[in-house]
């Protein structure tokens, strides 16, 4: 079962969510001179489709690491990076099309997602220091009543 109340938990599911949508959302469109709108979505590229889908499924998989805190914090990291560089994919994408196409808000999501992920591990991290830190503890106890 998920503990949702865990506050890394709730950031990471924002971040899947986000990532899940770009399934059903633009890149970019165009509108022609005639009033006809052609959009690019997301799923038309397979590279595009490939990161988003790797995206959510280690979202997914850090959600159920939730009592392996460093483990959950090294699948975040990982997220992180594949983040960024779909980011900078998405960049180079605006940067060839941008005089012909306008880019949605959603192109963006990676970025957010990125910002999500960094305080999820900030929380779990914190997390983590507390139960090495009562491990430590205990064991010690154990150590000095002997």
């Keep these: 079962m998920i503990t949702w109340p865990r506050m890394q938990n709730v950031l990471l599911g924002i971040a899947a969510f986000l990532m899940l949508s770009l399934f059903w959302s633009e890149m970019c469109y165009t509108v022609t001179d005639e009033g006809v709108r052609y959009s690019i979505k997301f799923t ?3 590279q595009f489709l490939v990161l988003t889908f790797i995206t959510v499924a280690l979202a997914v998989a850090a959600i159920f690491y939730r009592s392996q ?4 914090v090294r699948v975040c990291i990982i997220e992180m990076l594949i983040l960024l560089g779909f980011q900078i994919w998405l960049l180079v994408a605006f940067l060839r099309l941008k ?3 306008t880019f949605t808000v959603s192109t963006l999501f990676p970025l957010v997602s990125i910002i999500l992920i960094v305080l999820a591990v900030r929380y779990s991290w914190k997390d983590a220091t507390v139960a090495i830190a009562r491990d430590f503890s205990k064991k ?3 150590k000095i009543k002997k």
Excluded: D, N, R, T
Aim: glycine share 8%; proline share 0%.
């Design 69 to 72: 805190y460093i483990l959950q």
């Design 44 to 46: 038309e590229h397979l």
């Design 99 to 101: 005089s012909v196409y």
């Design 140 to 142: 010690m106890g154990k």
